[in-house]
């Protein structure tokens, strides 16, 4: 396995490994790669549905999505994310992926299937590098607070608009009330801290005022927005990125609309966030 870093601070290309047909040895080597870059990107490798979760069992248990628990699903599948004239993106945002449930995904694995012409990248950022930079004052602040994750109403009306299923966003709501996650998370294997933001569904933070957490959360998530804790990835039908969940964000740029993207994901069921002094 060869590792060739793209980001200053996260990001690395991996060569030699098709995913398809990783033993335990190179599983352990591509987490260990994980840890010191957030996010990896393996070119050529076409897999297929079967092979894509058969990949996230290697890292744990892979996850059923939340809505698809709600219809009754007992197995893991891919999720097919399209996007189209008919389906605009909706994913142009910093977020992690479903911090509204109470054991968020540790671990995301994304395969490109269709890509547009030009536009439709995905971009990654460093949520350690951004706790990191903070003064001492400001991460003693944030330590040990907590903040609401909740999927009602953002994720939850979104989804409804997608599906056309009348009343699935109460469904959602209904199955999966509010939790509360720390802001700043330590990692369960590394110890690092990360800044843990949940985007859209993330609310109000215990122990601050809604007039003291606005500006502090703006800036906090500026942050993400600063090019040197960033990497941007160009798709290539048959890439395949992973990374974890629980050390970056990430956002798929939309400026590819109206031409037909399609990616395929698949998460790893994580740990409840914690915080440790």
Same mark, same amino acid.
């Given at each position: 396995? #060869?590792? +060739? #870093?793209?980001?200053?601070?996260?990001?690395?290309? $991996?060569?030699?490994?098709?995913?398809?047909?990783?033993?335990?040895?190179?599983?352990?080597?591509?987490? !260990? !790669?994980?840890?010191?870059?957030? $996010?990896?990107?393996?070119?050529?490798?076409?897999?297929?549905?079967?092979?894509?979760?058969?990949?996230? !069992? #290697?890292?744990?248990?892979?996850?059923?999505?939340?809505?698809? #628990?709600?219809?009754?699903?007992?197995?893991?599948?891919?999720?097919?994310?399209?996007?189209?004239?008919?389906?605009?993106?909706?994913?142009?945002?910093? +977020?992690?992926?479903?911090?509204?449930?109470?054991?968020?995904?540790?671990?995301?694995?994304?395969?490109?299937?269709?890509?547009?012409?030009?536009?439709?990248?995905?971009?990654?950022?460093?949520?350690?590098?951004?706790?990191?930079?903070?003064?001492?004052?400001?991460?003693?602040?944030?330590?040990?607070?907590?903040?609401? +994750?909740?999927?009602?109403?953002?994720?939850?009306?979104?989804?409804?608009?997608?599906?056309? &299923?009348?009343?699935?966003?109460?469904?959602?709501?209904?199955?999966?009330?509010? $939790?509360?996650? @720390?802001?700043?998370?330590?990692?369960?294997?590394?110890?690092? =801290?990360?800044?843990?933001?949940?985007?859209?569904?993330?609310?109000?933070?215990?122990?601050?005022? !809604?007039?003291?957490?606005? @500006?502090? =959360?703006?800036?906090? =998530?500026?942050?993400?927005?600063?090019?040197? =804790?960033?990497?941007?990835?160009?798709?290539?039908?048959?890439?395949?990125?992973?990374?974890?969940?629980?050390? $970056? &964000?990430?956002?798929?740029?939309?400026?590819?609309?109206?031409?037909?993207?399609?990616?395929?994901?698949?998460?790893?069921?994580?740990?409840? @966030?914690?915080?440790?002094?």
């Amino acid at each position: 396995m #060869k590792l +060739h #870093k793209i980001g200053g601070v996260i990001g690395a290309v $991996v060569d030699g490994v098709h995913l398809g047909d990783a033993d335990a040895d190179a599983i352990g080597d591509i987490e !260990a !790669a994980l840890y010191d870059n957030g $996010v990896l990107f393996f070119r050529d490798q076409h897999l297929t549905d079967e092979q894509q979760i058969a990949l996230a !069992a #290697k890292f744990g248990e892979p996850s059923i999505y939340p809505i698809s #628990k709600i219809h009754g699903a007992t197995e893991p599948v891919c999720s097919t994310i399209v996007d189209d004239a008919d389906s605009p993106p909706s994913t142009d945002n910093w +977020h992690t992926d479903v911090t509204w449930i109470e054991s968020p995904p540790m671990i995301a694995i994304l395969c490109g299937v269709e890509i547009p012409a030009h536009g439709g990248d995905t971009m990654w950022a460093s949520a350690i590098d951004v706790y990191e930079s903070l003064s001492p004052t400001l991460r003693t602040l944030l330590d040990g607070l907590e903040a609401e +994750h909740n999927c009602w109403p953002g994720f939850c009306t979104t989804a409804e608009t997608k599906s056309g &299923v009348e009343g699935l966003g109460r469904m959602i709501s209904d199955a999966y009330p509010p $939790v509360m996650h @720390p802001l700043v998370r330590t990692h369960p294997v590394t110890g690092q =801290r990360a800044y843990y933001d949940g985007s859209s569904t993330m609310g109000a933070v215990d122990g601050l005022t !809604a007039a003291e957490w606005e @500006p502090l =959360r703006v800036m906090l =998530r500026s942050m993400f927005d600063e090019p040197k =804790r960033q990497v941007r990835w160009s798709w290539t039908a048959g890439d395949v990125a992973i990374w974890d969940e629980r050390l $970056v &964000v990430h956002r798929g740029v939309s400026d590819h609309f109206p031409l037909r993207r399609v990616v395929r994901r698949i998460t790893v069921d994580g740990e409840r @966030p914690v915080f440790q002094a």
